[in-house]
């Protein structure tokens, strides 16, 4: 049924409002960062925060945060690829309970969570604390719920006839899923990968509540707005952040149309 002109329209500049809102933080952080002070509408324009930024700190935790969110991927999408096909195409006892056990990272306020993770490290493997791995670990863990509901999705909207066909001509089981079924839920994996890498690459308060003996990029932006508070100098570091991750994930999504060639992401 089509909609009145008038919904259309109030549909269309809710949405606009709505895509302001989202890309504001942007746009204030590129004015900023091109001023010399922090104020609104910009009223010196200057490259100086440029200049003042200490690079070779930036890039080293920069470098620290590319490493943790490839890492967290390929450990999401190993442990969640199959259980996202197991939840939705196996039928077994406690299912519907596992399905929603795997959203209790986003039940519980994240820094619960991250306590709670925190608190079993220190009496069971405080020698890790703070470790490379651990956190790969702990950070992996808070995407869990994304990457599943992500890639179950995808499972969701294939057709069981392929894998049939495959089966009925005398594939096997883990031969079919890696010829047929991953091929054809590829777009759903990748776009699950992007979301991890994300996440992962961005996140926080994993790193500072566990201690993190290496700082990636979001802990070493949060100590200098300690330091120094907020100026154009921080919102270059943030904007500098924003790009290489999202330029990552380009990349990450170019080397992916080639491997799946034919397939649309």
């Known amino acids: 049924m089509r909609l009145p002109r008038y919904m259309r329209l109030g549909l269309n500049i809710y949405a606009l409002i709505l895509a302001a809102i989202m890309i504001w933080p942007v746009i204030q952080m590129t004015l900023t960062s091109v001023t010399s002070d922090v104020v609104f509408p910009p009223?010196?324009?200057?490259?100086?925060?440029?200049?003042?930024?200490?690079?070779?700190?930036?890039?080293?935790?920069?470098?620290?945060?590319?490493?943790?969110?490839?890492?967290?991927?390929?450990?999401?999408?190993?442990?969640?690829?199959?259980?996202?096909?197991?939840?939705?195409?196996?039928?077994?006892f406690g299912r519907s309970f596992l399905?929603?056990?795997?959203?209790?990272?986003?039940?519980?306020?994240?820094?619960?969570?991250?306590?709670?993770?925190?608190?079993?490290?220190?009496?069971?493997?405080?020698?890790?604390?703070?470790?490379?791995?651990?956190?790969?670990?702990?950070?992996?863990?808070?995407?869990?719920?994304?990457?599943?509901?992500?890639?179950?999705?995808?499972?969701?909207?294939?057709?069981?006839?392929?894998?049939?066909?495959?089966?009925?001509?005398g594939a096997s089981s883990l031969h079919t899923f890696f010829k047929v079924t991953l091929p054809l839920i590829a777009p759903g994996v990748i776009t699950a990968g992007t979301i991890a890498f994300t996440f992962t690459a961005t996140n926080f308060l994993m790193p500072w509540v566990l201690s993190a003996k290496e700082a990636p990029v979001a802990v070493y932006v949060y100590r200098d707005v300690e330091r120094l508070g907020f100026t154009p100098q921080l919102a270059v570091q943030v904007l500098a952040m924003q790009v290489i991750i999202l330029g990552?994930?380009?990349?990450?999504?170019?080397?992916?149309?080639?491997?799946?060639?034919?397939?649309?992401?």
């Open 99 to 169: 399905s929603a056990l795997i959203f209790v990272p986003n039940i519980f306020p994240a820094i619960t969570y991250v306590i709670a993770l925190g608190v079993y490290i220190a009496i069971y493997f405080i020698e890790w604390r703070g470790t490379f791995t651990v956190i790969v670990i702990a950070t992996a863990m808070g995407a869990i719920p994304l990457v599943i509901r992500t890639i179950q999705g995808s499972v969701a909207t294939l057709d069981k006839v392929y894998e049939e066909a495959a089966l009925v001509m």
């Open 248 to 265: 990552s994930v380009q990349v990450f999504l170019i080397i992916f149309r080639r491997y799946f060639s034919g397939v649309n992401l």
């Open 43 to 92: 009223r010196h324009f200057s490259l100086g925060a440029f200049e003042r930024v200490l690079w070779e700190g930036f890039f080293k935790s920069m470098l620290v945060s590319l490493r943790l969110g490839f890492w967290s991927t390929v450990l999401l999408i190993i442990v969640c690829l199959p259980a996202a096909y197991a939840l939705e195409r196996k039928r077994f």
